[in-house]
């Protein structure tokens, strides 16, 4: 069946502008997770939806970052005034509901802010 | 807070020789663990899991990894590297003790397998 998928795959913004990406989870993964990439480093998560709610957001670095699950479904990492600190790989998983429930991750899109 | 420490950020070994890669977690309460693969510009793939049963879990690819409480440690082997097993390795812990879903990785090591 089809993974999760995450679009675009790529993405170069310019210092200060607006982006937004976007995760598909595998179809009836109730918990979604987004987590952060930096080069040489493990990732880092961000944000944890279980449904339309986010049950944990004690990952986001400030209020330039959040994060939309309207239907339950898709969702979307938004990322406002963006700096170049912000570069790097944005991978979203979902899940069963479970502690113990493997996270099968997205490709990953790779932001590039100059 | 929950931490994972991986030793060493780069192994290399021959192809048909034993790999071993190094896992310590810090908490008190055993953790669920998991090893993940990240082949180039490629999403994490799970390997294998620890969720309380087995001490001795076999994954994908005849990866496995042993639990030991005693050591907070989740050692991944495989008895004979192939030029394919070249990739960077997570290893990764939820708190089965705060029931916090977050996913801590370590830093990860970078497989190198030589012909």
């Known amino acids: 069946g089809a993974g999760v998928s995450q679009t675009p795959s790529n993405k170069v913004t310019e210092k200060g502008k607006y982006v937004e990406l976007r995760c598909d989870p595998i179809?009836?993964?109730?918990?979604l997770y987004w987590y952060r990439q930096s080069l040489g480093q493990g990732p880092e998560f961000l944000i944890y939806?279980?449904?339309?709610?986010?049950?944990?957001d004690s990952g986001l670095p400030n209020d330039r970052f959040f994060a939309v699950r309207p239907e339950g479904s898709v969702s979307t990492l938004k990322i406002q005034r963006t700096e170049r600190g912000d570069s790097a790989v944005y991978l979203c998983?979902?899940?069963?509901?479970?502690?113990?429930?493997?996270?099968?991750f997205g490709p990953g899109t790779r932001l590039l802010v100059l | 807070a929950q931490s994972v420490t991986q030793l060493g950020s780069h192994v290399s070994v021959s192809e048909g020789a034993l790999v071993l890669l190094r896992c310590n977690y810090s908490?008190?309460?055993?953790?669920?663990l998991f090893w993940y693969v990240q082949y180039p510009n490629q999403g994490l793939q799970l390997l294998l899991k620890?969720?309380?049963?087995?001490?001795l879990v076999k994954g994908i690819n005849g990866f496995e990894a042993e639990f030991k409480k005693s050591e907070t440690s989740f050692h991944l082997t495989k008895p004979s590297a192939h030029m394919s097993d070249a990739a960077e390795y997570f290893c990764?812990?939820?708190?089965?003790?705060?029931?916090?879903?977050?996913?801590?990785f370590g830093s990860g090591t970078r497989l190198q397998v030589q012909p």
């Open positions: 998983a979902s899940s069963l509901f479970g502690l113990q429930e493997t996270q099968y």
């Open positions: 179809s009836g993964h109730t918990a």
């Open positions: 939806f279980q449904g339309t709610g986010a049950a944990d």
């Open positions: 908490s008190s309460v055993p953790p669920y």
């Open positions: 620890y969720t309380s049963a087995a001490t």
């Open positions: 990764a812990v939820s708190d089965q003790d705060t029931g916090r879903r977050a996913l801590t």
